[in-house]
């Protein structure tokens, strides 16, 4: 017996744990790659003066994730080029948005994709965003791009992940999408902010327009 | 209580990050032979008024044990570290 | 009040006029007033009542710090009217009267009963009869209370949230000394972060001359980056987190150093009368005559015991009052170069003077002066009266150290500065201005950028030359004489008596403190809890002090001998609201909470949870189940996966029956145990390859059992590696008789009863989602919990509601899952069981096996237990009689309670009550009668050590 179990594979698609909180915030909804996506909230202009002026949070829960166990050894041969490796402890590592799933003996692979809900958070105001629900240092000299931050968002255990200026990645238990989508949308409208389609904060380009 | 702890993995974080697992107490090898020694041994705590050798978990983070000497005066916390990497524990802890 | 003509530096803007409301009349203020500003401008005298005597109480400090102030603005209570901006359309109303603040009835009833009513006396009345209390209590809180808390949460139009600042220093107080600290600091690479209470920073230099320069300090203080938080409370010190409220906002600072200069608190004078309105600080009525350009009062008399007060009589005098006389009770005050500027101003001065009373109703009109002998007695004959409606008090200045000594600083009284200085500042923790002792301007301003630099040198910055330049500076601040204040008597009083308050928050007197030492309250923090000294909004800023010299003067003690209070938080008043932050609760939710929505499910909280309890009918969703089918969400369960080649042994180390033996594919039921041997989760162990386990634990275990599994292999050092699925896998239980026929209509699986059998376990695809399949039966009937990626979760759902239309199958929830597993007598941890409960107590004892290798967690205690029969055993029970008793109801030995009810519901299939107790072991016997009771009610039950339903299994191994 296997755990594939664990992995999407249905023939409908796979949906994100913050689909009935995006969907009740207005989402508009595109199949990709075998996930229901939230793609647009408004037109794509007010998205991206969000993400430029104020700040924007997208649900991109659908990031494959895999946990990595094994000792320091085998870990460190098994990192491959592609995705983003964030080692947890000695033992553990997350490997993000990875294109194969790494093969070794002794190496224990997870699939981790609908354990962790994420939401992606970028824009000037980001970090005053994180400030209302989170006790992470995450001013730029002490969390810069590349840097995972392993703590407590809004009371539950999480990750941050700062992914470029102004730009940060966000994991954590995917029981509480839907709590932690009212807590972000909560503190961020407050702030001007506004929830964005997947697109409008892509991970290639840099969201601060600095 | 507010202070913060060193995560051997994470870094430096609020207390409220963490889960308490109590004062490290030397398991017994073997079964102790009266109800008194394995009673004690179950409920008997030292309770030190200074430093103390303390098992915390990262419970919101990396879910690491480690562990740490804390004193229990002033919630300083001297040193924390996994468990591989931790000082030998004094003479008066490991016989007590 | 007056206004006078423009003042240099004053806040209002005389151009532009608002209009708000005062118990509904409308008033009109400037721009840039305070309410209690523009309500003094109005010419309102009288703030608010007093606490307990409902005396009127007028302007005091004009900064904030005092209770006198406190209004009731746009529904929330207990606002500082002179701290608080007005706004247009601003509705505010008077707090603590009846009818009104003019004419206070409670008043009257104040002063009758006020003879009759001594320090303790609501102690000592209102205990007895106990059961008149609720009575006492309503007219007690009518009578006392500051202001009405709106009911509900829709009339709290305010919104309040957190926010965390990380920064490298804080300064908390933004007077010059603070200003100088931040500006250093952040001069030196800092990242800085300074707040203040006022509207903005500049302290008392603001209304005292030096207006500009702390302008021009703030100016570059911003411009260094520093960010500076106006209007915001420093609340205390928790291990280095200060919660700064401002506002809306709960900043939540965590820096490495601070700088705490928070100034010192100018202190009344003690004597009779001495609450009146226009009885009121030196300090404060400067600022209300620089800031707000008020003239504090046409006819003013001052009465001080330092240079502050003689200082404050000259500012007056240039702003335009008339100075009727200034009386210090320096002896010498006439030679001093401050009192010879007065004189030289033409201003009546008396030294070794003060004011032993004053006359008045709404407001001062008469204050009495004399010459002051020893303990404060008036000499013989040289009292004198003055017509007046202003008294401007200065009774010295306390360091307001509340901060300082929360951090672990000794407050300790010194002589020669003649009074109490925080000593031996812990680590990281610096301070600088008046709080440190130095009140001069230029000192204030060497203190604070010493105090910066000190800051940012501790923070690695800056290095050797720094250190030098520090050492330097020092040693020239070291050389600075500090401030010396001198002492007023404890009480100061002539010919006339009257009430001579120490505490105006808790309308407390001198009298009250010596009757309480008399009854042997004679330790200052006695004396406080039984007196209330220091207790009100104002935290003891004007009491602290007086208090503890009305004791000394009763004790014939030293000041230094009485000591201070406990310096506690919060240093200033916040609202409960601001510390609760926003009203929002983590909640887990299973992936196919949505549709139990939709189907109408009561959700309720369960843990960390939000379940469906049920779905309206909780007995006919439990027959449904023993009927034909139901299904019920069971996401909620913890899910681990346990992996490597010592997977097995690692299990058989934790559980008291022995894993590693399991076949891949099947299935044993496990208890975890502690090292006492009480049990502390169960669940099922199932296998899935050589090295695989997937175990799953009771739903509010999981995190429990996560961290206890993981605790043991940080110990044991064991090849076997353990990951948390809880929250990524959605599991459903389909459940009844035709649960096998529903199946096999979503798969290809063989699913009869020889190709899949009981605690079986099964991989497959459901409708083409890859599942696993476990055989178990939790509620009794054949049952297939499936667990597949929550991301599939609703659509496994929907599929087999789907499948299971036509064949009567109905979603049932928690409550229902109760009823049936209750019929079986499978116990749920933490209901059937407690801290106490061993597997032999609870009827598991075939679960322990003592005979197996490993030293499981556990084995030593249940090693001794079981030489020794339980005392108590959990058994099963019916009521004949029907009756349907509360969970905890007692069970009886004779008459003596011998252990409870753990669980009982009704059963609608047996239709009847059961249920499950502990009850003493000689009564754990088939068919023994045993008596519960339950509030007063006797139930008489009879036990049943089988399960209720199907005892022998036959339906569930079907």
Not at chain 1, 199 to 207: K, M, N, Y
Not at chain 3, 9 to 19: K, V, W
Not at chain 3, 577 to 596: D, Q, T
Not at chain 3, 876 to 889: D, K
Request: charged share 20%; aromatic share 6%.
């Amino acid at each position: 017996m296997s755990l594939d179990f664990l992995s999407v594979g249905g023939r409908a698609a796979a949906k994100s744990p913050l689909a009935a909180a995006t969907a009740a915030a207005g989402a508009s909804f595109e199949i990709r790659g075998g996930w229901e996506l939230a793609t647009h909230f408004a037109e794509a202009p007010v998205e991206a003066q969000a993400c430029r002026e104020r700040v924007a949070w997208a649900d991109v829960s659908h990031m494959r994730k895999l946990e990595l166990q094994g000792t320091a050894e085998q870990l460190s041969a098994a990192r491959p080029h592609d995705g983003v490796w964030l080692a947890l402890t000695p033992e553990r590592a997350l490997l993000l948005d990875g294109d194969e799933i790494p093969v070794a003996a002794g190496l224990h692979v997870l699939d981790v994709t609908s354990q962790l809900g994420a939401l992606r958070i970028g824009g000037p105001l980001a970090r005053e965003l994180f400030a209302r629900f989170c006790a992470l240092d995450l001013r730029p000299h002490v969390t810069p791009p590349g840097v995972l931050r392993p703590g407590s968002v809004a009371r539950t255990p999480g990750y941050v992940l700062c992914e470029a200026p102004d730009r940060y990645l966000m994991l954590f238990g995917a029981a509480y999408g839907a709590y932690l989508w009212e807590v972000v949308s909560d503190a961020g409208t407050h702030l001007g902010g506004r929830a964005v389609g997947v697109d409008a904060l892509a991970p290639t380009e840099t969201c601060s327009g600095a | 209580m507010s202070f913060q702890l060193t995560c051997p993995n994470c870094g430096v974080r609020e207390v409220t990050d963490f889960g308490f697992g109590g004062e490290v107490s030397r398991r017994p090898a073997t079964r102790p032979e009266s109800l008194r020694e394995l009673s004690a041994y179950n409920y008997f705590r030292c309770n030190a008024a200074g430093p103390q050798r303390e098992w915390w978990v990262h419970r919101s983070g990396c879910k690491a044990w480690f562990l740490a000497e804390r004193d229990t005066r002033t919630n300083a916390v001297l040193w924390t570290a996994l468990p591989q990497d931790a000082p030998p524990a004094a003479q008066r802890e490991a016989a007590s | 009040m007056r206004r006078l003509p423009t003042q240099p530096g004053e806040r209002i803007d005389r151009e532009s006029s608002i209009a708000f409301t005062f118990d509904g009349a409308p008033v009109s203020a400037y721009e840039g007033d305070t309410i209690a500003s523009a309500l003094l401008a109005s010419g309102r005298h009288v703030l608010s009542r007093s606490f307990k005597y409902h005396r009127p109480r007028g302007e005091l400090c004009g900064c904030g710090q005092c209770a006198n102030s406190l209004m009731q603005v746009d529904g929330a209570p207990g606002v500082r009217a002179c701290a608080t901006p007005v706004l247009a359309g601003m509705r505010v109303e008077h707090q603590n009267a009846w009818p009104s603040l003019d004419l206070d009835l409670m008043s009257a009833a104040g002063k009758l009963a006020s003879p009759f009513m001594p320090v303790g006396f609501y102690y000592k009345t209102f205990i007895r009869p106990r059961r008149l209390w609720p009575v006492y209590e309503k007219a007690l809180r009518h009578a006392a209370g500051l202001g009405r808390l709106p009911k509900r949460q829709q009339e709290r139009r305010w919104r309040t949230e957190y926010r965390r600042r990380h920064c490298d220093v804080l300064v908390i107080g933004g007077g010059i000394a603070g200003l100088c600290a931040a500006l250093r600091a952040a001069q030196l690479g800092a990242d800085v972060v300074l707040c203040d209470e006022d509207l903005e920073p500049g302290g008392v230099q603001l209304a005292e001359g030096g207006g500009e320069r702390v302008r021009e300090l703030a100016a570059q203080a911003q411009a260094a980056g520093v960010e500076i938080l106006s209007r915001g409370c420093a609340l205390g010190y928790f291990d280095g987190l200060v919660p700064v409220w401002q506002g809306d906002v709960l900043h939540q600072v965590r820096a490495r150093q601070h700088v705490a200069a928070t100034g010192a608190i100018e202190q009344p004078l003690i004597f009779p009368e001495n609450d009146l309105p226009g009885i009121m600080l030196a300090g404060g009525a400067r600022r209300l005559a620089a800031l707000y350009a008020l003239t504090p009062g046409s006819a003013a008399v001052l009465a001080c015991v330092g240079d502050a007060g003689l200082e404050a009589a000259l500012a007056l005098h240039a702003a335009g009052v008339r100075i009727e006389a200034v009386a210090d009770l320096r002896p010498d005050a006439h030679e001093l170069p401050v009192g010879a500027r007065v004189v030289e101003a033409g201003i009546a001065l008396l030294s070794g003077a003060s004011v032993v009373h004053a006359v008045g109703r709404r407001g001062v009109k008469r204050v009495t002066l004399a010459r002051i002998g020893r303990d404060g007695a008036a000499v013989p004959g040289s009292e004198q009266e003055l017509e007046c409606d202003l008294l401007a008090v200065s009774g010295g200045f306390v360091p307001a150290s509340s901060l300082l000594l929360q951090a672990g600083a000794r407050a300790s009284y010194d002589e020669t500065a003649g009074r109490f200085l925080a000593q031996e500042l812990p680590p990281g923790v610096h301070a600088a201005g008046s709080v440190a002792g130095y009140e001069d301007r230029d000192a204030a301003e060497l203190s604070g950028a010493l105090a910066g630099a000190k800051a940012a040198h501790a923070l690695g910055i800056g290095g050797e030359s720094l250190r030098r330049e520090l050492a330097e500076q020092g040693a020239r601040l070291q050389a600075l004489p500090l401030a010396r204040t001198s002492s007023p008597p404890a009480c100061a009083s002539g010919r006339r008596g009257g009430k001579a308050f120490v505490d105006l928050d808790e309308d407390v007197t001198v009298k009250d403190v010596e009757h309480a030492a008399l009854e042997g309250f004679d330790s200052i923090e006695l004396s406080k809890r039984y007196t209330t000294a220091t207790m009100g909004p104002s935290q003891g800023r004007f009491s602290q002090l007086p208090a503890v010299r009305a004791l000394a003067a009763k004790t014939g003690s030293q000041l230094g001998e009485i000591g201070l209070t406990t310096a506690r938080p919060p240093w200033s008043t916040v609202p409960l609201g601001a510390l609760a932050g926003r009203p929002l609760e983590p909640a887990r939710r299973s992936a196919i909470h949505a549709r139990h929505r939709e189907l109408g499910a009561t959700v309720r909280w369960a843990g960390e949870w939000r379940r469906a309890y049920d779905y309206g009918e909780p007995e006919g969703e439990a027959l449904a189940v023993q009927e034909s089918a139901g299904l019920i969400d069971v996401s909620t369960l913890g899910k681990l996966i346990v992996r490597g080649p010592d997977a097995g042994e690692l299990l058989d180390r934790l559980y008291p029956n022995t894993m590693s033996t399991l076949k891949p594919g099947r299935i044993r039921y496990g208890v975890l145990l502690s090292d006492a041997g009480r049990i502390t989760d169960d669940g099922t162990v199932c296998r899935l390859d050589e090295e695989s386990f997937y175990v799953t634990t009771t739903s509010s275990g999981a995190s429990a059992v996560e961290q206890w599994f993981s605790w043991w292999l940080a110990d044991w050092k064991l090849d076997a590696h353990l990951s948390d699925v809880t929250q990524g896998v959605c599991a459903v239980n389909l459940a009844g008789p035709r649960a096998r026929q529903i199946l096999a209509r979503t798969t290809d699986l063989d699913c009869g009863a020889d190709a899949f059998p009981y605690l079986a376990a099964r991989q497959a695809e459901i409708a083409g989602i890859p599942c696993l399949l476990l055989r178990i039966g939790f509620v009794g009937e054949v049952g297939y919990e499936i667990h597949c990626c929550a991301a599939h979760g609703e659509q496994l759902w929907d599929e087999l509601m789907q499948a299971g239309a036509e064949l009567g199958v109905r979603p049932f929830g928690l409550e229902p899952q109760r009823i049936l597993r209750l019929q079986k007598q499978h116990i749920l941890v933490g209901q059937d069981t407690d801290s106490e409960s061993t597997p032999y107590g609870a009827g598991l004892e075939w679960i322990v096996k003592l005979d197996k290798p490993q030293q499981f967690i556990g084995r030593w205690a249940l090693e001794h237990a079981a030489e020794r029969a339980p005392e108590q055993r959990l058994v099963g029970f019916t009521v004949p009689s029907g009756q349907l008793p509360s969970e905890g109801a007692v069970v009886l030995d004779g008459a003596a309670p011998a252990g409870q009810v753990s669980s009982a519901r009704r059963s609608p299939k047996l239709r009847s009550t059961i249920g499950m107790a502990w009850v003493p072991a000689s009564q754990a016997y088939e068919q023994a009668r045993i008596t519960i009771s339950d509030g007063g009610l006797m139930i008489e039950a009879v036990v049943t050590t089988k399960p209720f339903y199907d005892p022998e299994g036959a339906v569930l191994r079907a």
